[in-house]
């Protein structure tokens, strides 16, 4: 008899395999990868501000950006922790959603190419507009003259580079305002306070937050002249961006509307 005959061999433990990674177009709304991906536009955009506003980066902020600081100081909180309060917001989401904490790279990859898709499309719909401004309303501003974002209020306003960093902050900051906070808050107020179907609440909540979106851009301190070509375009970029986060997702969105600005704004500047 062998000496082994009276061992029991151990069995190996089992080990749970890893959950099957989501579809690219699943994934590409997760938190984590929406995360990862605006990352970069982040740090482009504070590092660009605290290097170009020499100490004085608050004026050279965009307009949602400044006012959600504003708001911070008023309530005693450091306006520099809201960078960190948009990472935490997501990491949390992401934390409570138990989404899996892994990403690939090809769905980044894909998230910048639809980002740039998207970007070209709402360049078109705003050709689109002009054309049609030109036929109804000959004299009124035309696409080549409707800078996006607000404008640095640094004496360096005419430089390219600071707009730039402006317009890639309106990108992050104005997404995470409109879309990420006040499209949600819309949503729930619309269906459980007065009890909307969410289809229709989701329709209506894209249609406020798009006029309150535009409204914003002439209400804020410092904001632009009123001017019913801009007037009328943000409501409908603002309808554009709130639909894009509805059906694919907070990171393509800030990808678009950043890509969109450094488009025109490279069109109107140079």
């Not at 740090?43 to 959600?68: K, T």
């Not at 990420?180 to 819309?186: M, N, V």
Request: glycine share 8%.
């Amino acid at each position: 008899m062998s000496a082994l005959s009276g061992i029991e061999l151990a069995e190996e433990p089992d080990i749970a395999p890893l959950p099957p990674a989501a579809p690219y177009w699943m994934q590409a709304r997760e938190p984590l990868p929406c995360l990862i991906f605006l990352l970069p536009l982040l740090l482009i955009y504070e590092a660009g501000v605290l290097w170009f506003g020499h100490g004085q980066a608050m004026p050279i902020r965009n307009g949602a950006d400044h006012l959600m600081r504003t708001w911070l100081l008023s309530v005693g909180v450091d306006a520099f922790v809201l960078p960190a309060l948009v990472v935490g917001g997501l990491l949390g989401w992401h934390r409570y959603g138990a989404y899996p904490w892994r990403i690939s790279r090809e769905t980044l990859v894909g998230m910048f190419a639809e980002s740039l898709l998207f970007a070209v499309l709402l360049l078109m719909l705003a050709q689109l507009q002009d054309m049609v401004f030109q036929c109804l309303l000959p004299d009124s501003i035309s696409i080549r003259e409707a800078v996006p974002g607000e404008k640095p209020l640094l004496a360096m306003r005419n430089s390219l580079a600071p707009q730039l960093i402006s317009f890639v902050g309106a990108g992050v900051y104005e997404e995470v305002m409109f879309r990420l906070t006040l499209l949600p808050l819309s949503l729930i107020v619309l269906t459980r306070g007065f009890q909307m179907p969410r289809k229709w609440a989701a329709v209506l909540a894209v249609f406020l937050t798009s006029l309150i979106f535009s409204v914003a851009h002439n209400a804020i301190p410092g904001g632009e002249v009123f001017s019913l070509f801009t007037f009328t375009f943000r409501i409908l970029a603002g309808g554009f961006f709130a639909t894009l986060f509805l059906l694919r997702g907070f990171g393509i969105t800030v990808g678009c509307h950043a890509v969109y600005d450094i488009l025109v704004g490279l069109l109107t500047l140079t």
